[in-house]
């Protein structure tokens, strides 16, 4: 199995990065014709998933998931402020598993894989591997 590492850049404490084109741009230099693309970010405050991105859905999805966890008392010890953050991170998940065919991911028609940032901005990992 062999793995690209790519760093990408973040540049707002919350935001959606369309990662497909650099995913399929690996899978094309890649010399299997077909298999699974595992990606998986290093980090405890982003995380992946897949999502359509019509116009607004990206802020969509980030107040909607800001939405989800009460104000609570969190005890991280060093910035509670933060801890949704990684709460966040850990609903959605660091990893994603894509089929590819013919060195294109079998995405759905507006399916596109995107980097959840929550703690930005950063540079983040990204592994990209197949089998």
Do not use: N
């Not at 995913?23 to 094309?28: A, I, M, S, T």
């Not at 980090?43 to 116009?55: F, K, S």
């Not at 894509?98 to 294109?104: D, E, K, L, M, Q």
């Not at 930005?120 to 990209?128: A, D, V």
Request: hydrophobic content about 35%; proline content about 7%; some cysteine.
């Amino acid at each position: 199995m062999q793995t690209k590492t790519v760093e990408i850049a973040t540049k707002k404490k919350d935001e959606v990065v369309d990662i497909t084109d650099r995913v399929e741009q690996y899978l094309r230099e890649a010399p299997a014709e077909s298999g699974i693309c595992f990606l998986f970010t290093a980090h405890t405050t982003c995380a992946l998933t897949t999502a359509d991105l019509d116009p607004g859905t990206d802020l969509d999805l980030l107040d909607a998931l800001r939405h989800l966890l009460p104000k609570l008392s969190y005890r991280h010890p060093h910035d509670p402020s933060h801890t949704p953050d990684h709460i966040l991170a850990s609903l959605i998940g660091p990893s994603l598993a894509v089929p590819f065919s013919g060195r294109r991911m079998m995405l759905g028609t507006w399916q596109r894989i995107i980097l959840v940032e929550l703690d930005g901005p950063r540079r983040r990992t990204l592994h990209i591997s197949y089998a």
